[in-house]
Structure formats: structure tokens, C-alpha cells
């Protein structure tokens, strides 16, 4: 019982003592109101040469205007002149006029009735505006104007496109950057506690010890400082004994106070309420001492000897779960804060915000030992009976219709009813949707922001999940299952396609609060909006299952950045992951080795090996590696490609048997799984064969491309490395019989040929009998090796290719020889002449290819232009006309800039192109054309025979000279030329 009750509105004048209490604690770092009091006082007392406005937002019973009143008795003490009146006497007794003093403090309250008066006042409101821009530019004015509203009235009256943008939209924004906005935010778990600590000792009210038992209170209601006050009054002040379980008893049957304090949907089926429990008092407070698994700590002590190190938004979270209040008589205010710090936090709530921090201060403090409660028995009694109606929305009149159709829904769900499971699939998807929501706006998402596409298929969620600089985008889908037909289960399942290994599924189990729940998100199309506290509080431990989900959106997203980058990166030097990897590939095959083996062997062995097989074709895809000057130049390749996780590395070796990364791995088993069994042997035999076609087109479908469009470096990425794991061998395949079958029909096309490959480094006689032995050798190892089938069949392929020239090609080979051993001198003479002529190509071509390295880099020649101009407008327009051609990535560019003096150089001559172009706006149109024509010019120079043979100048004369006598010397021994000739 309590001598009286306490007024609900900062009218009482008795509240200032229950404020004064409340801040004669030692923690007022921890007092929100306190610190937006200081903030605004701060306002006032500062010396100011025009008028401040501040609009203070804070949602009904926040303590907006008990703040006010705090405001006008500090403001007064230091000399201000101090009004307080309402909007509507504004707009509607003074037409919308009003001024100010020097050294006044104005406040306006209820600002969010100018949505209601515009119908009839649209000019005044325009006038009240209109007075509040000629203030804010009065000169030698020292005043303040508070505009007291609600959040969503604020954003009604003046966010963009509210009443404020659409009565004035010339002035919008400059108007709005002379207004201040500070948001009262609801109070923290200490200051919950000292206000009700300070509101019972005020009413002198006998049940001031309970205080412990509403620990949970805090989280089940929405906690404004109006609500606090009706604790006191409707539940506090009203019991009859002092016990937990009479304030249980109280807090489930009076439905009348439940609802002063949230919404509450009432359900007629008694089953949703569970019997009280006999311990009740256990649950209510959060421990008492049956077991050992949680420490009682003074709140002083774990802030000085442990908190004060900790980042103050991570202690106020932390502290918002762990303080409590344990009263007894004699103690100060601050000697009677406790927390309690689980040995395991995650038990203790499953959302806790860094569960290594209470570890870390499980082992650093002393403490009371106590049994602290497992979240799941809070959620089995309290959750279930106590909890708020999970959505909001603006109009009183909308919740109120959900309300009734949620109660009809209900009374089906209750008995199981079929109708009703569909609704509450949709509300589960409304979950998932909301949880990734969540984890975006925590930061969990990293570089990825994720939002649901328009609904699909009724079974799941479509995520368009974006880079966050850009780079790409890709489709993440989640899958709902369930059974409607079986009404005794009722457990659902979030499957999602990127985690295709056993277990990585997550079950939700559904009871009957948790599907009132569900069925409540049901209802989110209607309008409404989750209530974000509730939310995380309800679905605590479904939120923390889905971790899952979202870390594994956050690998698919890493994994696609590293292909992203990797292969961008090998269009610039214009090498393919491919031909990089069958370095490996055609040592695996060649020696039919396993385990660890060093790069350098690997680079030398199958160096010698494609010398051998090459043939005179530009571009043999079946038989190729990339042109790589070292061994050490191969390590840096692969070595890059180890950080990037495709593939491992183990210092300057690899392992033979398991030299994919973890990121290609998994890649690899999430398309291969989505293939089917069947599909997979199919395309693993064309693949090994080098008769498959159509990879990628199979790759865009797995990866949901046709939901979201991939860019074509991660499908060319993906195909690459789907490519390289089954030519190792990675699924097992028997191709003998049609590799036994190509290797006769080659047989018989082999004769005693010899011929001259020439390449930049050296010159090569080949005898195809010699490479078919190498092919028969390479055939013994095939029986169990799927690397050494595949390697047979593109040496088979060479070798055919090369058996099957003309003849007549020995004759020609033998007369162009000639013509240039007979010609030798004119040869130099010319060659003198073309590298004098070769400088100028080459510096053009120098030149072009910076500029067109420069011009397709968008961005950064936005920028430029941007800088020059600063006409955003305008910018936009040129930022299109270039948005075409991209060759290097943002960072690759800006390294080449700023490491390279002549592209440093260049870089400024193309910002004086961009001057020019900034400087004739209305030739816009044209630089499309412009850019077009130096494209052509490039091509036109590249396509030159000086150019062509830009490669040739590479060697010097003397390298050139002695290659060529080199070919003579072999042509003579050889018996292509006579001797005398």
C-alpha cells in the first residue's frame, strides 16, 4: 500500500523531489534524462548571436514536459524570461505570428497538432514558418525556442516531403539545417531502478522491497518514464501483501492495469497461460541461490574494478541486461544496485551483446554466489503472459482492426485448424526478413546490405543483397518449410541454399505463444511496423539461432568478393585463373604424384611439358598455361590467389591432394549439390573430356542469377574454379573407355613429322612419335587419376591438331626460312629503321592505354568533374555518357595513380579534358561520341603491323640475330635447307 498515488503528468509538483532523488546517485552517466537536460541547459546558457531552435522528440509518457518544467526552473535561475504555450494558440489565436526576446526561453508544445490544423490553417501554419526563418535571422538576439513533438509527429511536420517541405519547398532545405533536433530515448535499466526506488520511497509505499522481483518488467513493457509511474500506481501501491507471488497474481489477473501499461490481446483459451510456477519469485527477481552459476556484484565494485575501462555505449548495453535492485533498510540508493554476472551470459539471455566480456568479469569479481535463471524459464512463464503487442503504427484506429483480426485468427490457431498455418508461415518469413533487418542495423552485416525482393514463392524469402561499395550484387534465398496436414507437430524449418551441409538447417519449434507470435508478424503488410525491443525480446532465442544465417551471408559475400576481385584483377593483366591452375593440374597428371610438392618444380616441369605440346594456333584452349617468365612469378600468382582462400598454400609448396581454398571448396559443394547426382558425373566426364559447353549458363541459374543479375565475373569465376575441382578430380569419374578410344584414333594419325615452334624465349623442333610416347606414359597413371585423363585428353587433342596439318606447310615453312637466311643484312637494315619507327608506336600506344585506363575508370573521373564544376546535376549526365566500358578496379586505379609518375602525369591532363568538357555543358551529348572515337583510334593503332609486332622488339637485335641463326643451324641439321644455300 502507499500513503497516495502519483500524478501520471509532470504537473506534480512533487516529481522534482522524485528527479532529485533520482540524480543523488553517483551513476548519472547512466540517467538519460539527466544527460538531455545538461545538453539543453548547455543551449541555454550558451552565448548565442541569433536565435536556436530545438525541437525535442520524445513519444507519449517519454517526459517531455516534466522536462520542460525542468528546463523553465533552471533557465529562470540564471536570469531568463521563460513562456511556455501551445501550438494551437499560435496558428489559431495569433494567426501564426510570434516573436521573442533577448534572454527569453520559449517553449511550444504539442507541435505535432499542425498535421490536424493544415485542413483548415494552411496559411497561418505558413506564417508560423514563416516567423520562424525571420528569427533564426535576428541578429543580436540571445534566446532559445523549443518545439516539444512526438517521433511520429516529427516526421509528419518536418522530414522531407512532411507539411513543412510541402507548403515550402524552395526554403525546405535551408530551413531545415537552422533546426536542432535531440530525441529523449527511454530509460536505461539503472535509471528504471532509481525511479522506482525514489516514486515508493516518495508515496512511502510498504512494498519499496519488491522492487527486485520486477527485474524482468523491464524488458516485458515498453518502458517510458509515464509507464514507470503507472507501475507504482497500478500494481505496486494495489498490493495487499508483500510477497512476488501476490505482484505475480496482480500483474497477470488485473487486465485493466495490464493494458494501461501496452496492448494487450486478449485470448479466450486459457491452455496460452501456463500455471504459476512455485517458484515464481526465482523467475521474477532472475536467480536465488539453489545452484552456482552466476555472481551477485555491488554495481560500485563492478564499475571501478572492471566497467570504467569498457566503452560507454557497451557498458550502458550490457548494464541494460545485467543490473538489479535489491532493497534493505538502512542502505543508500546506489549501495542497493547489483548485477548479476553469469558464468555462461548466453544462457543468462541469448542476445547479450558481448557474452566474453561477462566472462572475463566472471573471473576478475567477487561476488555473492547465486543461481542465476536460464532465459528459457523467463520466456516459459513471464514472456508468455506479460509480453506487448509485437507491432505499432501511427493511427490508434489501424492496430485496433489488426487487433480484432488477430483475435479471430487466433481462436482458429488454438485449435489447429489448417487455415490459420499459412498465416503464421507468413509471419515467420516476416521474421526472418526482420531479423536480417536487425543485424543490418547492428552492424553484423559486414560490407553487405541485404533487403527482401517482392514476395515469390509462398515457401520462401528472396534476399537482393548489395556490396557495399558496389562492386556487385547477388541473391541470397531463405526457405520456409513446413507441414501444414500434420496438426500434431508444429515445427518449422528455415533452410537457406548457401549452407547446403548437414546441419546447417535451423529448426524452430513452435508452441503456442511462439505461433501468436508468428501470427502476429502476419500482419506486418497491413501497415504496421515491428516494435524493435519487443522484438529481440520475444524471439530471443530464435534470433540467436539464426547467427547462422546471417554469418552466412557474410561468408557467400566474402567468397563472391574474393572471385569479384580476383578475376577483375585477371582481366588487366590478361591472364585466366584457368591457365594459371593447370600449372598444377598438369603436373598432378603428368606425374601421377601426390602430397606436397614445391611451385618452382611444378613451374619447370610443365614448362618443358606445353613447350613440347605446342602448336602453331594463337590460342589452344585444350592445351594451355599461362605464359609465365619464373617460377617465383607463379608462386606470386598462387600466392595471391592463397589469401583469396581458393586455393591453399602451405609457404612456397602445395599439397597435390588438397590444394583447393576453403572459399572454392565451398563454392564448389553448394553447386555441385544443387546439380543432383546424375548431373554432377555427366558434367564432371565433358568437363575432364573438354566436351562439355554451357557451364556457365548452369552456374547463373544455381547462383539464383535470374533473381538478381551476377556480374559476369563471379559466374566466369565460379565456372573456373568448378572447372579446375573436377578436372583435379574432386568427384571421381571413369573416362577410360572413351579415353582408350581417342587415344587409337590418334595412333593412327601420327607419321614421322617434325616440326619448328617457335616462341619468344626459345625455338622447338617436335616429333610427334616423341609426344605420342609422352601421351602413352602419361596413360599408365590414368587408371585411378582423373588429372592424368584429363591431361591425356588435350595432349591427344594437340597432338591430332598437330597431325593433322598440311603437308605442304613443310614447304612453306622451309621457303619463308629460306627467304630470311638469304636476306639477312636487308633484315637488320629494316630492323634498325622499325625500332626507330617502334619508339613513337610505342609511346602512342603507352599514351592510349593510360587514357583509355584513365576513361574507363568512371568514378574517379566523376570526381574530376565534380570538383571542377561542383554541379551535381551536370555531373550525373557525364557520369552516364561514361558508364560504359570498366577495366580496372577503383583501388587497382588508384594504386597505378599514385605509385606512377607518368600515369600521375597523365592523370592531370585528362582533369584539364575534364575541364573542358565541365566548361561546354551543352556538349554533353557529344562525349559519348568523343570517347567512341578514341576507342576507335586505340583499336585502329593496336590493329597497325608496327604495333603487332610490338612483341618482337621486346629482344634486342643482337637476341634476334642469334634466334634466327639458331633456326637456320636446326632448318640445315634438320634437312629443311641445303647447307649451301
Known amino acids: 500500500m502507499c500513503e497516495r498515488f502519483i500524478s501520471e503528468t509532470g504537473a506534480w509538483s512533487d516529481l522534482t523531489e522524485v528527479y532529485k532523488c533520482v540524480l543523488s546517485t553517483k551513476f548519472t552517466d547512466s540517467i538519460t534524462f539527466y544527460e538531455k537536460e545538461r545538453e539543453l541547459l548547455d543551449f541555454i546558457a550558451r552565448k548565442k548571436s541569433s536565435p536556436m531552435f530545438v525541437v525535442l522528440i520524445g513519444d507519449w509518457g517519454m517526459g517531455k514536459t516534466f522536462l520542460s518544467k525542468v528546463i523553465k526552473d533552471e533557465a529562470e535561475k540564471i536570469g531568463c524570461e521563460v513562456r511556455n504555450v501551445k501550438i494551437d494558440e499560435i496558428v489559431v489565436g495569433n494567426l501564426g505570428s510570434f516573436t521573442v526576446k533577448d534572454r527569453e526561453v520559449m517553449i511550444i508544445d ?3 497538432n499542425l498535421e490536424n490544423l493544415q485542413y483548415k490553417y494552411k496559411e497561418e501554419i505558413i506564417n508560423f514558418f514563416t516567423h520562424m526563418k525571420k528569427i533564426s535571422e535576428l541578429k543580436d538576439v540571445d534566446s532559445v525556442i523549443f518545439l516539444l513533438a512526438t517521433p511520429s509527429g516529427y516526421t509528419k511536420v518536418f522530414s522531407y516531403g512532411g507539411l513543412l517541405h510541402s507548403l515550402l519547398p524552395e526554403t525546405y532545405t535551408a530551413f531545415k539545417d537552422r533546426i536542432r533536433e535531440r ?4 530509460p536505461t535499466k539503472v535509471e528504471y531502478f532509481l525511479m522506482l526506488y525514489c516514486m515508493l520511497k516518495n508515496v512511502k509505499s510498504e512494498s519499496i522491497s519488491l522492487i527486485e522481483y520486477l527485474n524482468f518488467l523491464y524488458y516485458l513493457i515498453p518502458v517510458t518514464r509515464r509507464n514507470i509511474t503507472k507501475i507504482v500506481n497500478n500494481f505496486m501501491c494495489q498490493l495487499h501483501e508483500n510477497s512476488p507471488e501476490a505482484l505475480y497474481k496482480l500483474l497477470v489477473t488485473r487486465r485493466e492495469a495490464i493494458t494501461d501499461l501496452y496492448r494487450t490481446v486478449e485470448v479466450s483459451d486459457a491452455t496460452l497461460f501456463k500455471t504459476e510456477p512455485e517458484d515464481i519469485g526465482r523467475i521474477m527477481r532472475g536467480y536465488d ?17 572492471f566497467a570504467n575501462k569498457l566503452d560507454p555505449n557497451v557498458r550502458r548495453e550490457i548494464e541494460d541486461v545485467i543490473t538489479t535492485m535489491k532493497v534493505r533498510e538502512g542502505l543508500s540508493v546506489d549501495d542497493n544496485l547489483y548485477v548479476i554476472i553469469p558464468k555462461e551470459p548466453r544462457e543468462y539471455y541469448p542476445l547479450f551483446p558481448d557474452e566474453n566480456v561477462l566472462k572475463e568479469a566472471y573471473k576478475a569479481l567477487k561476488g555473492e554466489e547465486i543461481c542465476a535463471v536460464k532465459w528459457e524459464e523467463v ?19 489501424e492496430v485496433q482492426k489488426v487487433i480484432e483480426e488477430y483475435k479471430e485468427e487466433t481462436e482458429k490457431l488454438l485449435k489447429q485448424t489448417n487455415a490459420v498455418y499459412p498465416k503464421v508461415v507468413e509471419g515467420l518469413k516476416n521474421f526472418v526478413k526482420e531479423v536480417v533487418s536487425i543485424a543490418q542495423k547492428d552492424g553484423k552485416l559486414n560490407n553487405v546490405s541485404c533487403s527482401p525482393l517482392p514476395e515469390g514463392k509462398s515457401s520462401e524469402i528472396v534476399f537482393e543483397c548489395k556490396h557495399k561499395d558496389g562492386f556487385y550484387s547477388f541473391a541470397y534465398k531463405v526457405k520456409i518449410t513446413d507441414d501444414p496436414m500434420n496438426t500434431t507437430q508444429s515445427d518449422f524449418t528455415v533452410l537457406y541454399t548457401a549452407s547446403d551441409k548437414e546441419g546447417g538447417n535451423v529448426t524452430i519449434k513452435l508452441t503456442h505463444p511462439l505461433q501468436r507470435y508468428f501470427l502476429q508478424l502476419s500482419y506486418l503488410s497491413k501497415g504496421l511496423r515491428v516494435r524493435d525491443p519487443a522484438f529481440r525480446l520475444v524471439f530471443a532465442n530464435e534470433i540467436a539461432k539464426l547467427d547462422l544465417l546471417i554469418n552466412d551471408i557474410n561468408e557467400v559475400n566474402k567468397i563472391y568478393e574474393n572471385i569479384y576481385h580476383t578475376f577483375s584483377s585477371m582481366e588487366q593483366v590478361e591472364y585466366r585463373f584457368q591457365s594459371i ?3 598444377v593440374l598438369y603436373y598432378k597428371g603428368l606425374t601421377g604424384k601426390s602430397g606436397k610438392v614445391s611451385v618452382q618444380e611444378v613451374y619447370e616441369t610443365v614448362r618443358d611439358l606445353t613447350d613440347q605440346f605446342r602448336t602453331y594456333e594463337k590460342k589452344n584452349v585444350r592445351f594451355t598455361v599461362q605464359d609465365i617468365e619464373t617460377g617465383t612469378r607463379l608462386l606470386e600468382f598462387l600466392s595471391d590467389l592463397d589469401k583469396k582462400k581458393l586455393i591453399k598454400l602451405d609457404g612456397t609448396d602445395l599439397d597435390l591432394d588438397d590444394f583447393l581454398g576453403d572459399y572454392a571448396k565451398k563454392v564448389v559443394d553448394k553447386v555441385l549439390k544443387r546439380l543432383g547426382k546424375e548431373d554432377v558425373e555427366k558434367i564432371a566426364v565433358e568437363i575432364v573430356e573438354g566436351t562439355h559447353k554451357g557451364l556457365e549458363k548452369k552456374v547463373k541459374n544455381i547462383l539464383n542469377a535470374d533473381l538478381v543479375q551476377l556480374d559476369e565475373r563471379i559466374v566466369e569465376g565460379v565456372s573456373d574454379l568448378i572447372r579446375v575441382a573436377l578436372r583435379s578430380g574432386y568427384v571421381k569419374v571413369n573416362t577410360l573407355k572413351d579415353l582408350d578410344k581417342k587415344l587409337e584414333e590418334v595412333k593412327g594419325k601420327v607419321q614421322e613429322v617434325k616440326l619448328i615452334t617457335i616462341k619468344e624465349r626459345d ?7 616423341e609426344l605420342l610416347r609422352i601421351a602413352l606414359e602419361v596413360r599408365k597413371r590414368a587408371q585411378d587419376n582423373v588429372a592424368s585423363q584429363a591431361l591425356l585428353f588435350d595432349m591427344l587433342e594437340a597432338i591430332s591438331t598437330l597431325s593433322q596439318m598440311r603437308m605442304s606447310i613443310k614447304g612453306e615453312t622451309v ?7 638469304t636476306t639477312i643484312r636487308e633484315i637488320r637494315e629494316k630492323l634498325v629503321k622499325f625500332v626507330k619507327e617502334a619508339k613513337a608506336i610505342q609511346h602512342t600506344e603507352d599514351t592510349l592505354q593510360r587514357l583509355k585506363r584513365l576513361v574507363q575508370d568512371e568514378q574517379k573521373l566523376t570526381d574530376c568533374v565534380h570538383e571542377i564544376r561542383k554541379d551535381r546535376k551536370n555531373v550525373e549526365k557525364l557520369y ?6 570498366r577495366l580496372f578496379t577503383y583501388a587497382e586505379f588508384i594504386d597505378e595513380v599514385y605509385k606512377n609518375d607518368e600515369v600521375y602525369s597523365t592523370m592531370k591532363d585528362v582533369g584539364e579534358e575534364c575541364r573542358e568538357i565541365a566548361e561546354s555543358i551543352d556538349t554533353l551529348k557529344s562525349v559519348k561520341v568523343r570517347l567512341e572515337k578514341i576507342k576507335d583510334m586505340l583499336n585502329t593503332m593496336l590493329n597497325t603491323p608496327y604495333v603487332k609486332g610490338l612483341e618482337d622488339i621486346k629482344k634486342d637485335i643482337s637476341g634476334i640475330r642469334a634466334n634466327i641463326n639458331e633456326i637456320y643451324e636446326r632448318a640445315k641439321k634438320e634437312g629443311f635447307v641445303n647447307g649451301d644455300n
Request: aromatic share 10%; proline share 0%.
Open 110 to 112: 504539442e507541435v505535432e
Open 183 to 186: 530525441v529523449l530515448t527511454e
Open 289 to 305: 541461490y539453489s545452484c552456482i552459476n552466476a555472481k551477485l556484484v555491488k554495481f560500485e565494485e563492478w564499475r571501478n574494478k
Open 379 to 397: 520466456e516459459r512463464y513471464l514472456n508468455v503472459q506479460l509480453r506487448d503487442f509485437l507491432l505499432e503504427g501511427d493511427k490508434y484506429e
Open 581 to 583: 591452375m593447370n600449372y
Open 763 to 769: 625455338v622447338k623442333v617436335v616429333d610427334l612419335k
Open 815 to 821: 621457303k619463308v626460312v629460306e627467304q630470311e637466311l
Open 880 to 885: 552516364k555518357a561514361l558508364n560504359k566500358s
